[in-house]
């Protein structure tokens, strides 16, 4: 990719508490477009634990990926359940960051949120997931001498 090319990047978005989510997608093609990027895919996962498993089928067949935003929603129950699915997630997102050489950012509401909780930052968390992927991106092709 030139300097010229504009970012691609993909947005792996969570079903699961999809009330939260949706809002989230929303927010962040919004504002890819904002910051002049790209959304060359939107890739939805069952739930937050899987959307490693959708980051890294995209990252092995989409060369033309420059980075991915996750955007998930984990709210809190009677158990310790999210802080699993949370912690896991997060670990596994950014393993395959450094994997396969392109940001991958964590737009991942929880663990411990309320639903309200997780519908009041929603935006944010999508924004911020968005924001962190287009400027990681750039950064790293300045690293590369890509400008």
Known sequence: MS????????IVVSEFNYDVTRIMEEKAVDHARFLGAEVAVV??????????FIVSRLLTSREDIDAVAVLGAVIKGDTKH???VAHQAARKILDLSIEHGKPVTLG?????????????????????AVESAVKLARRSKELMGEC
């Not at 300097?3 to 993909?10: P, Q, S, T």
């Open 43 to 52: 890739a939805r996962a069952p739930g937050t634990f899987d959307t490693p």
């Open 3 to 10: 300097c010229g090319d504009k970012l691609r990047i993909a």
């Open 82 to 84: 999210d802080e699993v």
């Open 108 to 128: 991942i509401i929880g663990p411990g949120a309320s639903r309200l909780e997780a519908l009041e930052r929603a935006e944010e968390y999508a924004r911020r």
